[in-house]
C-alpha cells in the first residue's frame, strides 16, 4: 500500500522562529514530491516541488532523502501568515496521475 | 491562477438523489482529477481524465462516475448520494508531474 506519513502537530511557534515538517513515505520508487499548503476552508496550494538536491525559495528549505524515503520542509523566520496545514505529497508513478497525500501538519504562528 | 472554477460551491442533497458537481477550466489542460478531503484523510482520488472521453478510476471510485465530453469540464456524477459522500470535492489539473487546485465544493448529503 501506498503511504505517506506525517506529523499532525499542531505545531505551536512564536514569530520568527525556525519549524521543520518531516514526511516519510512507503514506496521506493516514487518518482515526485510536493509540499502543498492548505489554509482552512480553502483549496490545497502548491508551495514547493522537492527535487532531489533539496532546493530553496525564500524562506522555505525542502529536502529529499531517498534512501531512507523521507521529505522534510524547514520554514524560517515564521511569519502569522503562515499559520497553515501543511501537505506532503508523494507521486507514485511516472504519467503523475498517482499523487498520494499526507493527513497534513497543522501549524500555528503567534504573535 | 490555474483557471479552475467549480460548480456549484456548496450543495446540501437528501440521500437517493442524484448529484453532479462541474469542474471548468480555461487553459486546456490534458488531465483533470476529482478528489474529496474527509477529516482523518489526506485528499484521496476518485476519478481522473487524461483526455476527451478518457478517463480512469482512483482510489475511491465506488458510488462515483464521470465524464469528459469537452477539454474544459470534468463532470463528477454521484448517482444516488448516500450520507458517506458528504465530503469536500475538488477539481484539480496538472502541468507535469505538479497538481493545481478548483477552490471546491462543500456537500452535504443528509
Known amino acids: 500500500r501506498k503511504e505517506v506519513e506525517q506529523d499532525p502537530g499542531p505545531f505551536n511557534v512564536p514569530e520568527g522562529a525556525t519549524v521543520a515538517f518531516n514526511c516519510t513515505y512507503s514506496n521506493s520508487a516514487s518518482q515526485s514530491f510536493f509540499w502543498y499548503r492548505q489554509d482552512c476552508r480553502k483549496e490545497p496550494k502548491l508551495l514547493m516541488s522537492?527535487?532531489?538536491s533539496g532546493n530553496e525559495d525564500g524562506r522555505f528549505t525542502a529536502q529529499l532523502n531517498r534512501a531512507s524515503q523521507y521529505i522534510s520542509l524547514l520554514i524560517r523566520d515564521s511569519k502569522l501568515s503562515d499559520s497553515a496545514t501543511y501537505l506532503c505529497?508523494?507521486?507514485?508513478?511516472?504519467?503523475?496521475?498517482?499523487?498520494?497525500f499526507g493527513k497534513g501538519t497543522t501549524l500555528s504562528v503567534s504573535s | 491562477d490555474a483557471g479552475i472554477t467549480q460548480s456549484p460551491r456548496h450543495k446540501v442533497t437528501e440521500t437517493g438523489t442524484p448529484v453532479t458537481l462541474r469542474c471548468h477550466q480555461t487553459?486546456?489542460?490534458?488531465?483533470m482529477y476529482w478528489y474529496r478531503q474527509d477529516p482523518g484523510h489526506g485528499l484521496r482520488l476518485i476519478h481522473y481524465?487524461?483526455?476527451?472521453?478518457?478517463?480512469d478510476k482512483g482510489e475511491v471510485s465506488d458510488g462515483y462516475s464521470v465524464s469528459r465530453s469537452k477539454t474544459e469540464d470534468f463532470l463528477l456524477t454521484l448517482e444516488s448520494a448516500t450520507s458517506s459522500q458528504t465530503s469536500v470535492y475538488f477539481c484539480?489539473?496538472?502541468?507535469?508531474?505538479?497538481?493545481?487546485f478548483g477552490p471546491g465544493t462543500r456537500l452535504t448529503v443528509t
Open positions: 481524465s487524461y483526455g476527451v472521453k478518457d478517463t
Open positions: 487553459e486546456n489542460h490534458r488531465y
Open positions: 484539480a489539473i496538472s502541468e507535469g508531474h505538479e497538481q493545481y
Open positions: 522537492v527535487y532531489s
Open positions: 505529497v508523494v507521486n507514485f508513478n511516472q504519467a503523475g496521475t498517482a499523487l498520494i
